[in-house]
């Protein structure tokens, strides 16, 4: 393949072309969670996105809102439904209680009868069933509806997936996936694996990664960790392993892929406020002179010497780069009229790997996902 080649080598983009992208489309957020504040909202802002309105129960939360210079804020998102110009909802209420959970999927069909798309934050539900019910709810509506599935937008994650093509590395064959926490949390032995809001980052990257779906799951949970070794109909397999349950620890966060004609090792930064390791690339082709080691790319690292706010922004450094480029791809998604590259229909093939694993722990047996059956 010439530009495999050493000498035509060239590096592909590690973000999508937003550029090239129709990003005028007016959001509305529902849930001024931490989550809006520290990382949503940073990022559509370097990225020039308008956020039009915002909505959340609390009042505390509203007055947030208002002092992040939020135009238009309401205690009852329904009436940020009724604008206009919100064309875009962006669901952050939380999922920890079944409380959260029916409030999301009551959010979805009022926005779904407003004729709204809807961005829901990850994990789109902690039931499957109910994962089920919001998608019907959009597809019988007619709407979009995606999952903020956001780490496959971090930059080393995608730059590694533009590798993963016929016309660089091939097919993958094997996978190693890993977040590590070496600053906590305090050790322990016990039944406990990683919260679900972790893995299924990882596992929705893993599975992008694959170029397929998975066919078997088999999963331990304890001592504050999860380790999976997975299967995929590609032909890719990968060992996943987690120790991680809050954020406010140092990570490491390694990945490796062996493909048809090249390897990477990268590290995926994914968030920048917890002191966890840079956004890392490396590759190098199996035909390469064997004087040439690994090849790296110096990915986004800090916001420093750049024009902030003068004009859009979208190389950044994980996780902000990784809301910036899901927002982004959503809104081209729209404008394409297209499912988003996150669409709920394909996150319900992420969330089988979840509960497949949760399976396989309990029962101690590979799980399918795709029939929920031991093996």
């Not at 004729?115 to 509506?141: C, R, Y």
């Amino acid at each position: 393949m010439s530009n495999l080649s050493l000498e035509n080598f060239s590096w592909p983009s590690y973000r999508p072309p937003l550029e090239t992208y129709k990003l005028d489309y007016g959001i509305g957020i529902v849930g001024y969670a931490g989550i809006v504040r520290a990382q949503h909202l940073p990022a559509y802002r370097l990225a020039n996105y308008r956020v039009v309105a915002a909505a959340d129960v609390r009042p505390e939360r509203l007055e947030l809102a208002k002092l992040d210079g939020i135009p238009n804020v309401y205690a009852d998102y329904r009436e940020l439904l009724q604008r206009d110009d919100v064309d875009i909802v962006d669901c952050a209420v939380g999922h920890f209680t079944a409380e959260d959970i029916a409030a999301r999927v009551q959010i979805v069909k009022d926005a779904a009868k407003a004729g709204k798309a809807v961005l829901m934050q990850k994990p789109m539900s902690t039931d499957w069933n109910t994962a089920e019910e919001m998608v019907k709810i959009a597809e019988d509506h007619g709407i979009p509806f995606a999952v903020n599935q956001n780490l496959r937008f971090d930059p080393a994650i995608y730059l590694t997936k533009q590798f993963l093509s016929p016309e660089r590395f091939g097919r993958p064959g094997f996978l190693q996936f890993a977040n590590i926490s070496f600053e906590g949390p305090k050790f322990a032995f016990g039944p406990d694996g990683v919260v679900m809001a972790w893995q299924i980052h990882a596992i929705d990257s893993i599975r992008w990664l694959s170029g397929g779906e998975a066919s078997s799951v088999y999963c331990t949970n304890g001592n504050n960790a999860s380790m999976y070794h997975l299967q995929f109909t590609s032909g890719m397999v990968c060992n996943y392993f987690e120790y991680h349950n809050a954020d406010n620890f140092r990570n490491e966060t390694p990945f490796r892929v062996w493909a048809e004609r090249g390897a990477v090792r990268a590290n995926h930064r994914w968030n920048p406020s917890s002191r966890w390791q840079r956004d890392l690339v490396e590759v190098r082709a199996y035909d390469w002179p064997k004087e040439i080691g690994w090849v790296s790319y110096n990915l986004p690292d800090e916001l420093t010497n750049q024009d902030v706010f003068v004009k859009p922004r979208y190389d950044m450094c994980a996780s902000i780069g990784g809301f910036i480029g899901m927002m982004g791809e959503f809104m081209q998604s729209l404008h394409e009229k297209r499912p988003a590259l996150t669409n709920g229909r394909d996150n319900l093939n992420s969330l089988r790997i979840y509960f497949a694993g949760q399976l396989s722990a309990e029962k101690k047996r590979p799980v399918d996902p795709r029939t929920m059956e031991l093996l």
